[in-house]
């Protein structure tokens, strides 16, 4: 892997972690059909975190006002509250795909990877995210998510373990399908990949500081993760501008694109 490529799948990460078409699931395929030798978990973590900054960036007044309350410096106890009640929810939908990565992390690493499951992933949950998109009754607001809620979008999110289901797609899916609005469904997917990716992030720092910052690979690891940074800001502005008259739709087609492409492409490989 050189430079360039490094740059490459940071923007593809940042553009795919956002929009529900499977991060994961595209970097797999990139390494792939490159044809060079894939990269590690830990470069694709830390390409994560570049998205992990574009997210702090981006919903940072949430992030803050939600740290405030948290450590009760909100003088309005009743919003206060609510905050509260929002951070207790993020925190809790966590705890599955936190378990799912550490008990499933290595063997999706070694198995999960290959084209052909990442196509089927890819095409079953593009049907499920049509599928809730088009029967979702879009009547809850992001105010109105309650615990249920949170807990079922949260084994949702651990779905994702499986490249090609999407973080984000799973859980907006799952969102979509409770009746949650598309703005509320991606709010709250989005609030909720700061901590998983996070945590993610710091189970790997050791391997990123050895592999990455200090050793020979500094400048592609540090190439990726600004830009996937870069990348991601630009594609969750985009997101949260689409949804507001826009359907989940064309991600869906999307997916069952790709998943054929690739078929095509690894039978034209026998």
Same mark, same amino acid.
């Given at each position: ?20 078409? +499977? &991060? ?23 390409? @994560? ?10 919903? /940072? ?36 795909? %936190?378990?799912?990565? #550490?008990?499933?992390?290595? $063997? ?31 009547? @809850? ?6 615990? +249920? ?16 289901? &999407?973080?984000?797609? +799973?859980?907006? $899916? ?7 609005? /598309? ?8 609030? #909720? &990949? ?23 690979? &500094? ?17 969750? +502005? ?23 492409? %690739? ?8």
């Amino acid at each position: 892997m050189n430079i360039f490529t490094a740059a490459i799948l940071g923007i593809i990460q940042g553009a795919t972690e956002f929009l529900p078409i +499977s &991060s994961s699931g595209h970097l797999a395929l990139a390494h792939y059909f490159f044809g060079g030798e894939e990269a590690s978990l830990a470069f694709d973590v830390a390409l @994560h975190l570049g998205t992990l900054l574009a997210i702090l960036i981006y919903f /940072r007044d949430d992030f803050l006002q939600m740290g405030k309350a948290v450590l009760g410096l909100n003088h309005n106890e009743g919003e206060a509250k609510k905050l509260r009640g929002m951070a207790f929810f993020i925190c809790l939908a966590t705890i599955p795909g %936190v378990l799912a990565g #550490l008990f499933l992390g290595d $063997t999706a690493e070694q198995y999960f990877r290959h084209p052909a499951m990442v196509a089927a992933a890819l095409a079953g949950a593009g049907l499920l995210l049509l599928l809730a998109d088009q029967a979702g009754k879009r009547a @809850h607001d992001f105010g109105e998510i309650t615990l +249920s809620d949170a807990l079922l979008i949260g084994l949702a999110q651990a779905c994702a373990i499986i490249p090609g289901v &999407s973080r984000s797609g +799973s859980t907006i $899916t799952c969102g979509l399908a409770l009746g949650l609005t /598309r703005q509320a469904a991606v709010r709250f997917s989005f609030l #909720l &990949s700061a901590p998983i990716i996070f945590g993610a992030g710091v189970y790997k720092l050791p391997e990123i500081i050895t592999q990455g910052l200090l050793g020979e690979q &500094s400048s592609l690891y540090l190439t990726g993760f600004f830009a996937s940074a870069i990348s991601g800001y630009l594609f969750i +502005s985009f997101i949260m501008q689409y949804i507001r008259a826009r359907s989940f739709a064309i991600f869906a087609y999307y997916r069952f694109l790709l998943a054929a492409l %690739v078929v095509v492409a690894l039978f034209l490989q026998r």
